[in-house]
């Protein structure tokens, strides 16, 4: 859950002790309707994982786990993400045609070596308008709203079934997530979060639609 989301008001509700700390999550989906690994960054210092923040996780379970120092994501952990996540997922399944990877405008895949790299390997980067994210973007349109609600569920329950004596730790936090992400991350999801605006199936008209404006008027001169 990013401090952009929870300024955005995609995120509307959620339990916390004040002590708060996050964790980002590098989400990708596909228009048949399936879902890549999720990879997740935790906030480490020394930028190694403790066992603690993973011991959660099933045999059956694809999941990433990276940390950095603030628990953002960056240039470096994006071109990981692209070469290690990214291309193993969706190499088989494109054959030998291109693949199109549909991000917005951060620093951690907009540089120079993340679109060479993908370029190199058959991958076009398309880059959303600024500010279009909100309409335009699968992810944002369709799916984290609803994760972000199934987490919150997830957060509330163990609250209530602690009695509030629990805090809400690393520890806890996969646990929590996995639940949230199965939930939400549904064929049926996905599906509707990429032709809700108009990226697939293709619909032109609906997608100038979202990109019109409202014309402001001249403010007088004071």
């Given at each position: 859950i990013t401090l952009e989301a929870l300024r955005s008001g995609r995120i509307?509700?959620?339990?916390?002790?004040?002590?708060?700390?996050?964790?980002?999550?590098?989400?990708?989906i596909c228009a048949d309707g399936t879902s890549i690994p999720a990879s997740?960054?935790?906030?480490?210092e020394s930028h190694d994982l403790q066992d603690s923040w993973?011991?959660?996780i099933e045999d059956s379970d694809e999941v990433y786990f990276a940390a950095s120092e603030n628990g953002w994501t960056c240039k470096s952990l994006g071109l990981q993400w692209l070469q290690k996540v990214f291309d193993p997922a969706?190499?088989?399944k494109a054959g030998r045609g291109k693949r199109l990877l549909i991000v917005d405008g951060h620093s951690s895949y907009v540089n120079i070596a993340f679109i060479d790299w993908a370029d190199q390997h058959g991958i076009?980067?398309?880059?959303?308008?600024?500010?279009?994210t909100h309409r335009l973007q699968p992810l944002d349109v369709g799916l984290f709203s609803l994760l972000s609600t199934a987490y919150s569920k997830q957060l509330n329950t163990l609250m209530y079934n602690s009695l509030g004596i629990v805090s809400m730790t690393k520890r806890f936090f996969y646990l929590l997530f996995r639940n949230a992400y199965r939930a939400s991350f549904t064929k049926k999801n996905i599906?509707?979060?990429f032709e809700k605006p108009g990226i697939f199936l293709v619909d032109p008209e609906k997608v100038l639609g979202k990109l019109k404006y409202t014309k402001?008027?001249?403010q007088p001169d004071l």
């Open positions: 509307t509700y959620t339990m916390t002790d004040g002590n708060r700390e996050f964790v980002t999550l590098l989400a990708c997740l960054i935790y906030k480490g993973v011991d959660q969706t190499k088989a076009i980067v398309h880059i959303l308008p600024a500010y279009t599906l509707h979060a402001v008027s001249k």
